[in-house]
């Protein structure tokens, strides 16, 4: 049974920073996508980044050159490290892990957020 367990999440001011973790456990790929979602009170899930078997990484534009996506291949950890956050980065922050044919598919899973296993989230909150 594929789990994931996000943490890291809280309060800070706009310009602060945190990383959030995504421990996962149970799944047997021999390829997968990992992605980081946010969901924002009355606005749709939006995808903020993805990182494939080979390292590869997408990022929306608005994160980019902000936030950095990383994995812990021996731990089974996926991470988000979160600089220069700003009000419109508070949002529940979700992980999630795809088995894929191959990494060069995992683009394209992150874009339609088509991941079959997901986290509970982690609340973030960025004040003015």
């Known amino acids: 049974q594929v789990q994931l367990v996000e943490s890291g999440g809280g309060s800070v001011q706009a310009g602060g920073s945190l990383r959030l973790s995504c421990a996962a456990s149970?799944?047997?790929?021999?390829?997968?996508?990992m992605g980081w979602f946010r969901q924002a009170p009355g606005k749709e899930r939006e995808g903020v980044a993805s990182i494939d078997s080979d390292g590869r990484t997408n990022y929306a534009p608005s994160v980019e050159g902000r936030f950095t996506i990383s994995k812990d291949n021996a731990k089974n950890i996926l991470y988000l490290q979160m600089n220069s956050l700003e009000p419109d980065d508070t949002a529940m922050y979700y992980c999630a892990i795809q088995g894929v044919p191959a990494s060069k598919y995992c683009a394209r899973l992150w874009d339609r957020g088509e991941f079959e296993h997901w986290g509970r989230g982690t609340q973030v909150t960025v004040s003015t």
């Open positions: 149970g799944y047997h790929y021999a390829a997968e996508c």
